[in-house]
């Protein structure tokens, strides 16, 4: 069989401190003041020809939908791969630049731009260094202990799985890795990669080491009784970089990786709460707009947010628009040896579980199986049924932040399905 080449790549995105608002906590109405550590992209380019396929990992909190075709689009015009071979995973740290998780809040457009112009540079550098390789993918035997379940709930998963990538010298030429836990230690006002600030510090433009975000919507860190961020960063990145570097040192011999990177990708409308009811909505506004104004002047940040997200959907039901969401849906899998789901939400670890089942029911060994939400555009939460009666933030309240109607039931069982139907066997 067709060996199959890959090249890999890491570069900075740190944007210059000139006003750039920072995503993911509401209460943070003033620009950032400092940056802690670099914000990295990293880049996977496999395969070769028009078979290649461009894998991202990105130190960003997310993307709304026209920024992502803004990024996308420009490591298109660079290097030629188009968007359905081009996979953007975000890291989900919440002390990157605004990019539309906080609606409303104020985005630098030409900085997305760079970091899609820097993607394309680095996609071609990766593409320049593309060689056959071997591959070994486990689910270490290390676990993140730093974390907990913030819904109270007894459901998450610790595991680190990892992908070490070897040339036909044995030389190490790059490392996926791929775990589950929210990057929300720092709450201060500089940008920073957050807990995984620390993986980046061993990830070289040699041998990069991608970090692909999981199934974390529910799962937060969980700091000891005395410690302070810096302390828990350093903690918890260790439980992932270390475990991760020990397994990348290992010389055990791989698996040739062979044949061609074959994707699916697709635009699908996922059903979201329908509010039909106009008499019902301008209540709603009217309520939020007492709110607002008995609020003290420099107390009205939060009741805006929530002013404008009822009056957005006043203004859909009376436009007659649906609520109902358009999202970009993706898997791929390289040769036999490794399978990713692409998931543009954010996964609640019971939804991740059930994406995992799907393809371990098509024959993936569960090692080889890379469960990625945040990836391309995120458009709020994706809950499954089950999570549906401990209601919460998770399944309604986080909607109104990203300025889109709330989740049904039926939600995740739409992304399910896509990929009960385009799932990618084993050769």
Same mark, same amino acid.
């Given at each position: ?6 090249? =890999? ?78 996979? !953007? ?22 900085? =997305? ?10 996609? !071609? ?18 676990? !993140? ?33 791929? /775990? ?12 920073? /990669? ?7 510090? /061993? ?127 993706? /898997? ?96």
């Amino acid at each position: 069989m067709k060996e199959l080449p890959v090249g =890999f790549a890491d570069g900075l995105i740190t944007p210059v401190l000139n006003g750039t608002f920072l995503d993911g906590y509401g209460f943070r109405e003033t620009p950032a003041d400092s940056i802690r550590d670099e914000l990295h992209a990293k880049v996977m380019a496999a395969g070769d020809g028009e078979n290649t396929f461009l894998l991202f990992s990105l130190d960003l909190l997310a993307l709304i939908p026209r920024l992502y075709k803004l990024v996308s689009r420009q490591i298109t015009a660079i290097t030629g791969v188009p968007a359905e071979r081009i996979a !953007l995973n975000f890291i989900h740290t919440h002390s990157a630049p605004c990019a539309g998780g906080l609606a409303e809040m104020p985005i630098n457009t030409d900085y =997305f731009a760079h970091v899609g112009d820097v993607c394309g540079s680095l996609a !071609l550098k990766a593409m320049e260094r593309r060689v056959p390789c071997t591959v070994r993918a486990e689910i270490l035997p290390d676990i !993140l202990h730093h974390i907990h379940n913030r819904r109270e709930r007894d459901v998450m998963d610790p595991s680190i799985r990892a992908a070490a990538f070897r040339d036909r010298d044995g030389a190490l030429r790059g490392v996926l890795c791929n /775990a589950s836990c929210h990057a929300v230690v720092n709450r201060r006002m500089s940008v920073s /990669a957050d807990w995984l600030s620390v993986l980046n510090r /061993a990830s070289t433009d040699e041998v990069p080491m991608l970090y692909l975000q999981g199934r974390a919507g529910d799962i937060d860190p969980a700091g000891d009784d005395g410690m302070g961020p810096d302390e828990l960063i350093e903690a918890l990145g260790r439980e992932l970089t270390d475990p991760v570097l020990r397994f990348a040192a290992e010389e055990t011999p791989g698996e040739p990786l062979c044949g061609e990177p074959r994707s699916r990708y697709g635009w699908i409308r996922v059903p979201m709460k329908a509010m039909r009811d106009v008499d019902a909505l301008k209540a709603s506004v009217r309520e939020a707009e007492d709110a607002y104004f008995a609020a003290p002047e420099g107390e009205r940040h939060f009741p805006l947010r929530e002013l404008q997200w009822r009056r957005k959907m006043l203004d859909m039901a009376e436009a007659g628009i649906s609520n109902d969401l358009t999202v970009p849906m993706q /898997a791929m899998a390289l040769g036999d040896a490794l399978v990713f789901a692409f998931v543009p939400f954010e996964l609640l670890t019971l939804a991740g579980n059930a994406v995992e089942r799907i393809f371990a029911e098509a024959g993936w060994p569960r090692e080889r199986i890379f469960v990625c939400g945040y990836t391309n555009s995120v458009n709020g939460y994706l809950a499954p049924r089950e999570e549906f009666p401990y209601g919460g933030y998770e399944v309604a309240g986080a909607s109104h932040w990203f300025n889109v109607s709330e989740t049904t039931e039926d939600s995740a069982d739409a992304v399910f399905a896509w990929f009960r139907e385009n799932v990618i066997p084993p050769v």
